[in-house]
């Protein structure tokens, strides 16, 4: 399947479908958003500490673009 997309400016359901394609290709992370975001860790315990700092990135990116998405202004 060959989808264009701007990744620069991605809406937020061509967003969310990199995720899960990115999830399904490393088999390191289960990840859905229904309600929101979760993601569960199926893998082994060597790999944990590099799901979770996946895991945190990919959350900080999902609340980044929502952010940006609906308008608001990136401030500290």
Do not use: C
Request: aromatic share 8%; net charge positive; no cysteine.
């Amino acid at each position: 399947m060959n989808i264009q997309t701007d990744y620069t400016n991605p809406t937020w359901r061509e967003f969310q479908r990199l995720l899960l394609t990115e999830a399904r290709m490393t088999e390191d992370i289960e990840v859905w958003t229904n309600a929101g975001y979760s993601a569960t860790a199926r893998s082994l315990k060597r790999q944990r500490t590099f799901v979770s700092i996946r895991r945190r990135i990919m959350k900080v990116a999902i609340n980044e673009h929502k952010k940006t998405a609906s308008g608001a202004t990136l401030t500290a």
